[in-house]
């Protein structure tokens, strides 16, 4: 399962330093207002999907797929991301 993740991030890290011509990944991670919408429409995709009780597997893959490349296109790094997590976690265990 995470493997699937970690797979995501190495194609968008891989994608952004050997640009594919013609790659959907490619204009989602050079075009930052591009992957702006994309994660907000997908998003809203998905809440909609869940209230209706329809496709909401399919919306979701769509989140994180759009949701890594956001992040990659704006620098975020998915091991501050976890460290920031791992943080809450352990935050919550103290509580």
């Known amino acids: 399962m995470l493997n699937t993740l970690e797979s995501l991030f190495n194609l968008a890290r891989d994608r952004k330093n050997n640009p594919v011509e013609g ?7 050079s075009n930052k207002s591009l ?8 998003i809203n995709e998905l809440i909609e999907a869940v209230e209706k009780n329809s496709n909401k ?3 979701a893959a769509d989140v994180f797929y ?7 296109a704006n ?5 501050e991301v976890m460290e ?3 943080k809450r976690k352990n935050e919550l265990r103290q509580q």
């Open 66 to 72: 759009h949701l890594i490349m956001y992040l990659e």
């Open 57 to 59: 597997i399919h919306e």
């Open 23 to 29: 790659s959907y990944t490619n204009k989602l991670l």
């Open 35 to 42: 992957s702006k919408e994309k994660v907000l429409e997908e």
């Open 84 to 86: 920031e997590l791992n």
């Open 75 to 79: 620098n975020v790094k998915i091991e």
